[in-house]
C-alpha cells in the first residue's frame, strides 16, 4: 500500500481531464522499453499468487496429518509446504527486482527527458509555469508515475486476483462458512472507499500547508537582510512561520490519522470474521462434519480475501493522481520547442533592428518600433528607466524570444537563420542576476 499513499501525499492537487485511453497510449512509449521487465514481474506476480492460494490449504492438510495420520505422509506434505514457502519468496525476491528495474529505469529517462525539453523549450512557454511547479513535474509526478504504472497496476491487477482466487476456494472449501463472512464485505468496501476518499482530501490539504512552509522558508532566506534591519518584520515574520508550521503540522497528523483508521476499521473486520469462523466452525468440528485443519485453510483465506480490499480502494483513489500526474508530464513532453536555422558562417559583429516590436504579453507592448544600427568595434550603451526594454533587446537578439513584428540582422542575416547554439556562442551576454553552475569557476566562464 505504500506506493498509494506516496501517490496520494506527493502528486498535486487535481483530476486528468483526459480520458484513461489518451493517457495511457501518452504513457505507453515511454514503458515500452522495459516491457520485458514489466512482463517478468507480472510473470512472477502470477506464479506467487499460485503459491499463496496453495499454502493455507497445504497448512490445513499438514494440522491434519498431524491430528491424525500417518508419520511418511507428514514429512511428505512438511517438505512440500517448505518448497512452496521457498519458492514463494523467492518468486517475490525476483518480482520486487524486476520492479524496481523498470519503475526507476523509467523514472530516470522520465527525467532526463523533461530536463531535455526543459533546456529546448521556448522560454515562453517556461514562464507561463512557476519554477516550484516545474520542479515538481520532474521530481515528484515522474516519482508517482514510476511507481503506479509499473508496480502500482501490477499490484491492482494481482490484488483483484487474490481476491477472486480466495473467494472461489473459500466457497470450495466450506460454503456454510463463506456465507458466514461474506455479510461483512458491504461494510468493508464502505468503510475503505469513505476514508479513502477523506485520506485523499488530508493529504492534498496537508500538501497545500507544506507549500505554505516552504515558500515562508524561501521568503525568509531569500529576504534574510530585510528581515534582520526590522526587527519588528522579523518578529511578524516568525510569528507567521509559526502558524503555518502549526497548520502544517496539524494537517499531517490528521492524515496519519486518517490511514491509521483503515488500518484499525480493517483489523476490526478481519476480528469479527475470524471470531465468526471460529464459532461457527468449532460447532461443526465438534458435530463432527469439518476439522481443524480445514478451519485453519479457511482462516488463511479469509486473510487472503479481506487484505486486498484495503488496498484497493487506496489504489482507485491514488491513481487519479497518477493518471494526473501522468497528464501534466505528457503535456510537458509536448511543449514547443526553439527552432533554428543551420546558418555557421563567421560572425563580424553588425547588428542591425528594424522597426522592432514585441512584449511578453499581449497587447501590453514593451518595445514599439525600435529601429537601431551597431557596426562592428562600436561600443553602444542603451539607457532607459527599468522595464523600458532594455535587458529585453539583448534576449531577442539571442533569440530567447521572437519580435512580434520587425527584423533583427546579424551581419546582414535574420537571427532566426542563424544555428541557436552557434549564435548564443559567438554573443557575450552577462544577464543582471548571473546564475552560478555547480561545478568549476572555468565551467561558468567558457561552457
Known amino acids: 500500500m505504500g506506493w498509494r499513499l506516496a501517490a496520494l501525499g506527493k502528486c498535486e492537487e487535481g483530476l486528468p481531464s483526459l480520458s484513461f485511453r489518451e493517457i495511457l497510449r501518452r504513457v505507453a512509449p515511454l514503458i515500452r522499453p522495459y516491457a ?61 527486482y524486476f520492479m524496481i528495474v523498470a519503475g526507476q529505469s523509467l523514472v530516470r529517462d522520465l527525467r532526463a527527458a523533461l530536463l531535455d525539453k526543459l533546456l529546448r523549450a521556448r522560454i515562453e512557454v517556461l514562464s507561463k509555469e512557476e519554477v516550484g511547479r516545474l520542479v515538481s513535474r520532474v521530481m515528484n509526478d515522474v516519482d508517482v508515475i514510476g511507481d503506479a504504472f509499473t508496480g502500482g497496476l ?49 493529504f492534498r490539504m ?46 499531517n497528523v490528521e492524515a496519519a490519522k486518517v490511514v491509521s483508521s483503515v488500518d484499525l476499521l480493517m483489523s476490526v473486520m478481519r476480528a469479527l470474521g475470524i471470531a465468526a469462523i471460529l464459532y461457527v466452525g468449532g460447532v461443526l468440528v465438534l458435530g463432527g462434519e469439518m476439522t481443524v485443519g480445514t478451519i485453519v485453510a479457511f482462516y488463511g483465506y479469509l486473510s487472503m480475501f479481506f487484505r486486498p480490499l484495503q488496498t484497493l480502494a487506496m489504489f482507485f483513489n491514488s491513481i487519479q493522481s497518477a493518471l494526473a500526474a501522468a497528464e501534466r508530464v505528457t503535456e510537458l513532453l509536448k511543449a514547443e520547442e526553439e527552432e533554428g536555422g543551420a546558418l555557421r558562417s563567421p560572425v563580424k559583429g553588425y547588428v542591425e533592428l528594424r522597426n522592432v516590436h514585441f512584449g511578453y504579453e499581449r497587447n501590453l507592448p514593451v518595445i514599439k518600433g525600435v529601429s537601431l544600427e551597431v557596426k562592428p568595434g562600436e561600443l553602444v550603451a542603451i539607457v532607459g528607466p527599468t522595464g523600458s526594454g532594455k535587458s529585453t533587446l539583448a534576449k531577442l537578439l539571442l533569440r530567447f524570444y521572437d519580435p512580434w513584428s520587425g527584423e533583427i540582422l546579424l551581419d546582414g542575416r535574420r537571427v532566426d537563420e542563424y544555428d541557436l547554439s552557434y549564435l548564443r556562442r559567438v554573443i557575450a551576454y552577462v544577464p543582471q542576476e548571473p546564475a552560478v553552475i555547480s561545478g568549476k569557476v572555468y565551467d561558468n566562464l567558457v561552457a
Open 154 to 202: 501490477i499490484d491492482a491487477v494481482a490484488d483483484a486476483i487474490t481476491m477472486v482466487g480466495a473467494l472461489a476456494v473459500m466457497v470450495t472449501i466450506s460454503s456454510r462458512l463463506t456465507l458466514v463472512v461474506l455479510p461483512l464485505l458491504p461494510a468493508v468496501l464502505l468503510i475503505n472507499y469513505h476514508l479513502a476518499a477523506k485520506a485523499r482530501k488530508t
Open 36 to 96: 520485458k521487465y514489466v512482463y517478468a514481474a507480472a510473470a512472477a506476480t502470477v506464479l506467487r499468487l499460485l503459491l499463496n492460494l496453495a499454502i493455507p490449504v497445504l497448512m490445513g492438510l499438514l494440522i491434519d496429518s498431524a491430528m491424525g495420520g500417518s508419520f511418511g505422509e507428514l514429512t511428505s506434505l512438511s517438505l512440500v509446504f517448505l518448497g512452496c514457502a521457498a519458492a514463494y519468496w523467492w518468486v517475490g525476491y525476483a518480482r520486487a
Open 206 to 251: 496537508a500538501r497545500k500547508a507544506v507549500a505554505k512552509v516552504t515558500a515562508k522558508v524561501e521568503q525568509e532566506v531569500s529576504g534574510a537582510a530585510v528581515v534582520k534591519t526590522y526587527v519588528r518584520r522579523r518578529d511578524i515574520n516568525e510569528r507567521e512561520f509559526e502558524e503555518v508550521s502549526k497548520e502544517s503540522v496539524s494537517l
